[in-house]
C-alpha cells in the first residue's frame, strides 16, 4: 500500500521548521483555509496581514491538491520573489514527503523574453529591408543583449528580461518581440529552440505555474490560450486584480498606429489597399486633431466615420495580402506587416462598434506621445465571474481587502456577490443563479497594529485645494518631519505636491536629507533612503505600493489628501455614472473605494515587521468630518487614532530619540 500523503497542516509545519520559522496561527489557518476551498471547489478570499507569510499558505496546499494549480501575482517583483526564493526553499523543504509533486514553472508575457529571430536575423523595418545593430550609444548594449541571449540558449537558461545584463526598456526591444511582431512555432525557423515555447512546454509539464495577472486574463477571459489547463489559481495581491484586467483588455489607436500598417503593407499588397490604409490615417488625423480631449459620452461623428473608414480599410487591405502556400518559407516581413495591419482592424472595428459596456475617449498624448484613442470595458466584473469565476476554483489572498470593515467592495470588481456577513470561513454565500458561492476569511497579522502604530489625521487643517499644498499643509509637514528627525516617507497625490513639500524640507529643515522621486532610479532613491535615518523621500503613486523599508528608517508616513480618482478620469467617471443609473452609490462604489484601497496600501508601508514602530499622518481633514471618512479609516490597519497634533509630535521625538 502507498504511504498516505501527510496533510495540508502537517507540510506546511514541516517545511516552516526546515527553513527556520516559527509556526504562524494566522498562516495556518490560511493553508487549511486554501485547501478546502481548492478541495471543496469553493471560492475563497482571504485578508492575511504583512507578516502573516501568506505566500507558504497558498503555496503548500497548491503542492499538496492533486492537480494542476496557477498562482497569478500583480507585480513582476512577486513572481520573481516566488520563482527565485520561496518556491525553491520551499521544494527543498518538502523533498521527502511522499507523493509530492513539487515541479514548478514561470510563464511571462512574449515581450519579457529575448527572441532568438530578431536576434539572429534582425526586423523588417518599413519598407522591408533587415535592420541590424543600431548605431550609435545603444549599439554596444544591444550587442551585449544578444551575446547574452546567445549564452542563455547554450546552457538552456530562461532567456527572461529579468536575468538579462542591465539595459533600457528601448535597448530591450531590440532584442524581443510582442506578440503582433511574433511569427509563431510553426513558421518561425527558431521554433525549436524559442525560450517562449521552452517555457511554454515546462508549464506543460509542471504541477504549479506561477504567471500575472494580465496573463491570465488574456488567457481565461480574453479567450487566448497562454496558460496549460488547471484546476484552480491563487491570485495574489488580488486587491490589484479588477486594474489589471481592465489594463489587459484596453486598446490604443493612433494615427502613426495606422501609418506604420499602412507603410509596411506597401511592400506586399499590389492593389491600392495600402494607400487607401494611409487615406484613411489622414482622416483619422484630421478627426482627432479636432475633438476635445477625454471621455466621448457620444462619439463625434468625425471621429466615428474616421474609425469606420480606417477598419474598413484595414479589412480591404487585409484581404488583397497574398496567401502563402504551405511549402513557403516564412516572410517575416510580410508575416509582421499583416499583424499590425491586423491589430489595427481589430480595435478601429471595436471602437467604431460603440458598445454600450466600453468607454471611448482621447488621450491628448504628451512629448514624443502622440494623441490616442482609447477604448476600455466598463466593467470587468461580468466577464469574471462567466469566464473564470465560472470555471475554475479561485482563491484571491491580499494585505488589503476588507475596505470599510468587509469584503464587499472588492468582491463586487471582481464578480463575487458582496456580503457584509462573509467575514469567516463558516459561513457560506448560498448559491443561486447566476452567482457563484463563496467564503471570506481575515486571518488577522503577526502585528499589534495599536501599540505598534499611530494614524493621526490632521483634522485642524483646511481641506486642500486644487492648487496644490497650502502653507497651513507645508508647515504641518516641516513639524513632523523636524519632531522625526527625518525617518519619513511622504505619499503625495501628485508630482507637484511632492515637490513643493521636498523645497520646503531643503529651505526649512536644511540639517536632513530630503530626496524626491525623479532626482534618480526608484531602486537608487530606496537604498539611501534605508542606508541614511535622518532622510525624507517624496514621491508619488509608485511608492504608495511599491516600497518595503522595514526598521527605524521609516517612522512616518505622510499623506497628504485622500487619493480621489481625478474628477476628469474617463474611465472611473464612466463607472460612476453607471454606478449611479443603476440605483447604487457611484461615489462610494467608484471613488471611495479607489481612495481607501490607496490608503490602505499606502498607511501599509509603515508597520513591516513586529519591531518597527511609527506614525501614519493624513493631512486631509476630510477623513476625519465627511460622512465617507468613517469608511476610510476602518479601511486602514487598526492603528490607535488621534487628532492631536501635538501628541503626534511627542511620539515621534521619543522615537527618534530612542
Not at 107 to 121: D, P, T, V, W
Not at 597 to 618: E, F, H, P
Not at 628 to 642: A, C
Amino acid at each position: 500500500m502507498p504511504e498516505p500523503r501527510p496533510s495540508v497542516t502537517e507540510v506546511l509545519a514541516q517545511a516552516v521548521s526546515a527553513l527556520g520559522g516559527a509556526e504562524r496561527a494566522g498562516q495556518v489557518e490560511m493553508a487549511e483555509a486554501v485547501a478546502a476551498a481548492l478541495t471543496g471547489e469553493r471560492h475563497l478570499v482571504v485578508q492575511a496581514g504583512t507578516g502573516t507569510g501568506k505566500s507558504l499558505a497558498y503555496l503548500v496546499p497548491a503542492l499538496v491538491h492533486d492537480q494542476r494549480v496557477v498562482v497569478a501575482t500583480a507585480t513582476l517583483a512577486l513572481q520573481h520573489q516566488l520563482v527565485e526564493r520561496d518556491l525553491p526553499r520551499l521544494v527543498e523543504a518538502v523533498a521527502d514527503v511522499p507523493g509530492l509533486d513539487t515541479s514548478y514553472a514561470v510563464l511571462k508575457g512574449r515581450s519579457n523574453y529575448a527572441c532568438l529571430h530578431r536576434i539572429r536575423e534582425g526586423v523588417p523595418d518599413d519598407q522591408g529591408t533587415l535592420v541590424d545593430v543600431p548605431i550609435g550609444s545603444m549599439a554596444e548594449k544591444v550587442l551585449e543583449l544578444r551575446s547574452w541571449a546567445e549564452e542563455e540558449h547554450e546552457v538552456g537558461g530562461s532567456g527572461e528580461r529579468d536575468a538579462a545584463p542591465r539595459h533600457t526598456d528601448r535597448e530591450w526591444r531590440q532584442v524581443s518581440v510582442g506578440h503582433r511582431d511574433c511569427l509563431g512555432a510553426q513558421k518561425c525557423p527558431y521554433g525549436t529552440e524559442c525560450f517562449v515555447e521552452l517555457a511554454r512546454e515546462k508549464a506543460h509539464r509542471s504541477h504549479v505555474i506561477i504567471t500575472n495577472h494580465s496573463l491570465l486574463a488574456i488567457d481565461a477571459i480574453e479567450g487566448v490560450p497562454m496558460i496549460p489547463d488547471y484546476d484552480a489559481v491563487v491570485i495574489d495581491e488580488a486587491h490589484e486584480l479588477s486594474a489589471r484586467v481592465t489594463q489587459a483588455a484596453t486598446d490604443e489607436l493612433s494615427v502613426p498606429d495606422v501609418e506604420r500598417a499602412a507603410r509596411r503593407s506597401q511592400r506586399h499588397v499590389d492593389g491600392p489597399q495600402a494607400d487607401d490604409l494611409a487615406d484613411a490615417a489622414g482622416a483619422l488625423r484630421s478627426a482627432i486633431e479636432g475633438a476635445r480631449p477625454g471621455r466621448f459620452v457620444t462619439t463625434p461623428d468625425e471621429v466615428a466615420d474616421a474609425l469606420e473608414l480606417v477598419r474598413d480599410a484595414a479589412r480591404a487591405c487585409l484581404s488583397a495580402y497574398p496567401k502563402g502556400g504551405a511549402d513557403d518559407g516564412p516572410d517575416a516581413g510580410m508575416t509582421q506587416a499583416k499583424g499590425s495591419v491586423q491589430e489595427v482592424f481589430t480595435i478601429a472595428e471595436r471602437m467604431a462598434a460603440g458598445a454600450e459596456r466600453d468607454v471611448l475617449w482621447l488621450n491628448e498624448g504628451g512629448e514624443r506621445i502622440p494623441p490616442r484613442l482609447c477604448v476600455a470595458p466598463l466593467e470587468v466584473w461580468g466577464q469574471m465571474r462567466d469566464r473564470l469565476l465560472a470555471d475554475k476554483t479561485v482563491v484571491m489572498t491580499s494585505a488589503t481587502l476588507m475596505l470599510g470593515g468587509d469584503f464587499g467592495a472588492v468582491a463586487t470588481t471582481v464578480g463575487l456577490k458582496p456580503s457584509e456577513r462573509v467575514l469567516d470561513a463558516d459561513v457560506e454565500i448560498a448559491p443561486e443563479e447566476g452567482v457563484e458561492p463563496w467564503v471570506g476569511l481575515d486571518v488577522g497579522s503577526p502585528f499589534d497594529y495599536r501599540q505598534q502604530g499611530i494614524v493621526y489625521v490632521a483634522r485642524h487643517l483646511p481641506p486642500p485645494g486644487r492648487d496644490g499644498l497650502m502653507p497651513a499643509h507645508l508647515d504641518e509637514i516641516v513639524e513632523l518631519v523636524d519632531a522625526a528627525e527625518g525617518r519619513t516617507l511622504g505619499l503625495f497625490s501628485s508630482r507637484r505636491a511632492a515637490e513643493a513639500a521636498a523645497e520646503a524640507g531643503r529651505t526649512r529643515l536644511p540639517h536632513l536629507t530630503t530626496l524626491a522621486q525623479g532626482d534618480a532610479q526608484l531602486p537608487g532613491l530606496a537604498r539611501q533612503f534605508v542606508g541614511d535615518p535622518h532622510t525624507r523621500l517624496f514621491g508619488t503613486l509608485s511608492l504608495w505600493q511599491g516600497l518595503d523599508v522595514p526598521g527605524d528608517t521609516c517612522q512616518l508616513v505622510l499623506i497628504d489628501r485622500i487619493p480621489f480618482p481625478r474628477p476628469d478620469d474617463p474611465l472611473m467617471s464612466a463607472r460612476q455614472q453607471a454606478a449611479d443609473k443603476a440605483g447604487g452609490n457611484g461615489f462610494m462604489q467608484v471613488a471611495a473605494t479607489h481612495a481607501a484601497l490607496l490608503l490602505a496600501q499606502g498607511a501599509g508601508r509603515l508597520i513591516r515587521t513586529t519591531s518597527d514602530r511609527g506614525v501614519v499622518a493624513i493631512l486631509d481633514s476630510r477623513v476625519s468630518t465627511a460622512r465617507y471618512g468613517s469608511f476610510l479609516m476602518n479601511s486602514l490597519p487598526p492603528m490607535w487614532p488621534t487628532t492631536d497634533a501635538a501628541l503626534v509630535r511627542q511620539a515621534l521625538r521619543r522615537l527618534a530619540g530612542s
